[in-house]
């Protein structure tokens, strides 16, 4: 029998003021979608729908990929690893925007940063994966047919699927890296949900001090932990609870 394979995001997780701040922009923006007929597929700070009780938490993804259980411990062995050597990273608030999809998100302001702590990500977790490839993006598109489409469309996601594994990445040849919090998921790219009313991005200034190895459900949610730790060296001892508890 086969291992199990599980898809993991190493995400840095929000204070709990900007936990609850996106939350209830998330159940605000789940609530006037149904109202336009495009629901959102979940709302931050609530259950996962599928049943298992498991909460979507708000996240910033630095690096998804797939791993087994046995994997598990070097993973989380990674991730203490990275997070001993890192300052908190402060962030500010660029725009609230929608991605290809219709998903609204909160966007933070590129820095130096962003990418240094990418690039420390990046190469902890990527061998553990072992050549392994998600089935699906976010959006539930098969990986599988952006690596098979030949085309200049998907010409960068395709070279750092093949390269990482994954395709979100700011290195010396493409410039993917946007981070960000997805506030929600609609059915259908179209009819998108005003944003108006969330207000100025800009006025979001925060401190982002935990890093975690987080388990994926459909349409990029974190909803299990498998493991935390606060930069600087100060370790969590979280593992398979939910994020954000």
């Known amino acids: 029998m086969s291992p199990a394979v599980h898809v993991l995001d190493v995400v840095l997780l929000p204070s709990p003021e900007l936990s609850a701040t996106t939350a209830g922009q998330s159940r605000s923006l789940a609530g006037r979608m149904r109202q ?3 629901p959102s597929h979940f709302a ?18 630095l690096f998804m990929f797939v791993a087994t259980d046995a994997d598990l411990p070097a993973v989380v062995a990674a991730l203490h690893d990275v997070a001993s050597g890192v300052p908190p990273l402060d962030a500010v608030g660029a725009r609230y925007g929608h991605n290809p999809h219709g998903a609204p998100e909160l966007y933070f302001e590129r ?22 490839l998600r089935e699906a993006d ?29 395709d979100e990445i700011t290195d010396e040849v493409d ?28 006025g ?18 974190c909803t299990t932990l498998v493991g935390a730790a606060t930069t600087a060296g100060r370790c969590a001892a979280e593992h398979g609870a939910r994020p954000g508890t």
């Open 36 to 38: 336009i007929g495009n």
């Open 44 to 61: 931050l700070g609530s259950d996962f729908p599928a049943g298992d009780a498991a909460v979507c938490a708000p996240h910033v993804s």
């Open 111 to 132: 820095s130096a940063a962003w990418f240094d702590l990418q690039r420390l990500v990046v190469p902890a977790f990527e061998p553990i994966r072992r050549g392994r």
């Open 138 to 166: 976010p959006a539930g598109t098969p990986l599988s047919a952006v690596l098979a489409d030949d085309g200049p469309r998907w010409a960068a996601r395709r070279r750092q699927l093949l390269a990482y594994g994954y």
């Open 175 to 202: 410039d993917l890296f946007h981070p960000h919090i997805t506030l929600a998921w609609p059915e259908r790219a179209e009819p998108r949900v005003e944003l108006g009313p969330l207000g100025r991005a800009d």
């Open 204 to 221: 979001v200034r925060a401190t982002f001090d935990r890093l975690a190895v987080c388990g994926m459900s459909a349409w990029g949610t």
